[in-house]
């Protein structure tokens, strides 16, 4: 009579609640991660890896990744992942690093809670209302698409 019914009992976990475990199980089977806080009301984690703390935000992840297949997810996790425990852009020369630049688009509020001191933001502008533009660095540039034939400065992933 009082407590939970079975119901409530069986009733499947929410799916990004079961998001945030899966991520979890993945990073903590990381062997560069040292330590993982969930922050589940940002539907975020603190990740330290090495000598290096990231934040790792969830929430767009979640709902770019719910369509998939669970071994597909957990390759695009883990692939997420790493780019944590990439080598720092600023140690790689400019010749090196120049190719592997790629444009961005973002929430303009992204780099205000995850930068703290403004002079350390990436270089961005206003792209549309609530949007802004910058550039990342591509770390794995095995995983990149082939150029698209009609035009070749798109990748085909680009036109999906």
């Known amino acids: 009579m009082f407590g939970p019914s079975k119901a409530i009992a069986d009733a499947p976990p929410d799916p990004k609640t079961a998001f945030m475990k899966e991520v979890e199980a993945i990073l903590r089977s ?3 991660v040292r330590l993982i806080k969930p922050d589940p009301g940002r539907s975020a984690f603190e990740v330290h890896m ?4 990231h934040t790792f935000f969830l929430e767009n992840i979640f709902v770019e990744m719910r369509e998939l297949s669970p071994e597909e ?3 695009r996790i883990r692939a997420i ?3 944590f425990a990439a080598e720092d852009s600023s140690a790689i020369p400019w010749e090196e690093v120049q190719p592997r630049l790629v444009p961005l688009l973002r929430a303009s ?3 205000t809670s995850v930068v703290a001191d403004p002079t350390k933001r990436p270089i961005v502008r206003p792209f549309a209302p609530f949007l802004i533009e910058t550039v990342g660095v591509d770390y794995d540039v095995r995983r990149r698409s082939p150029p698209c034939p009609r035009h070749p400065r798109l990748r085909r992933r680009d036109l999906r």
């Open 30 to 32: 990381m062997p560069s």
């Open 81 to 83: 992942a790493s780019t």
């Open 109 to 111: 509020t992204i780099f």
């Open 50 to 53: 090495g000598d290096k703390e």
């Open 73 to 75: 997810r957990a390759h």
